[in-house]
């Protein structure tokens, strides 16, 4: 075989193989994709599980006699929902509740005690800054710490549903919880598009 004969052939080999390459590397990049929106899906179901923990604790008051109890809780400020109104804004929620009589944690696994809170009650809070979802607390002297929670949030949006049907008793308040996150897609472009999480939640102590 002379050297023209073997260029020839190794360019018959590359033409051969190059779709192959091509389409290999495709499903590397659509099991990127996919690997990343997975745990995205995953990190989402997490927070939104965070957001609904404290709107279920919202207005709770541990049993004691009313003499020692000193917090006042005003059921207005028990759960506080700022909604935006702009198209692209996001929605922010404060969640405030006494402590129970078992092991209780914040939004960041810290566990609740007397110092973490103020007047008495525990104090939650999510909203959304430079594409990061939120978590506001306080810390052992009782002050206002925020910790991100996740990247790649472009809204939180909260709504809280006026008929939740049968599955909410009258008495409790409903919201719909929806986070916004950037996804990759599974093409060849490697662009990004929107995607949305929801949940819905319901308070048990509020009235």
Known sequence: MNLLECLIGIALSVLLLNPLLQVSANLIKQQIAY??????A?????????IGRAIRMAGYQHAQPAQENSSNQDSRKALELHQTATQNGSDSIVVRHELSSGADF??????LTKERTKQGLVHQGFFVNKQSLICQSLDKQGRLQNTTLLSGVHALRIRELSDSGSQVQSWQRAYRVRLEMASETSGVDESKTSRGFERIFSTRNLR
């Open 35 to 40: 690997e990343k929106n997975h745990m995205m």
């Open 42 to 50: 995953l990190e989402a179901d997490r927070a939104l599980e965070l």
């Open 106 to 111: 914040d939004c960041i696994g810290n566990v």
